[in-house]
């Protein structure tokens, strides 16, 4: 399983928008789209970090390289 993780923006950290929570799973997302799913080229879609909620399961996505992710105490 992840190792739970804080996040921040610069000097904001990044708290979910459904329950407020603070701590989050990471994992990276690929922004697939129809076209290169129909050509067969989704391995060179753009990809996204993925954030989700260690409490509600809700994800957020950045698709920026400005995110900056910090280990969390389990």
């Not at 992840?2 to 990471?26: N, S």
């Not at 080229?41 to 990809?47: D, Q, Y």
Request: aromatic letters at 10%; proline letters at 1%; hydrophobic letters at 40%.
């Amino acid at each position: 399983m992840a190792k739970p993780v804080h996040a921040q923006l610069g000097e904001k950290r990044i708290h979910c928008l459904i329950c407020e929570g603070d701590t989050f799973r990471e994992r990276e997302v690929k922004l697939n789209s129809t076209g290169m799913e129909f050509f067969n080229l989704a391995w060179a879609n753009e990809s996204a970090t993925g954030l989700i909620c260690w409490s509600c399961g809700y994800v957020h996505l950045f698709a920026n390289g400005n995110l900056s992710l910090h280990r969390a105490s389990e």
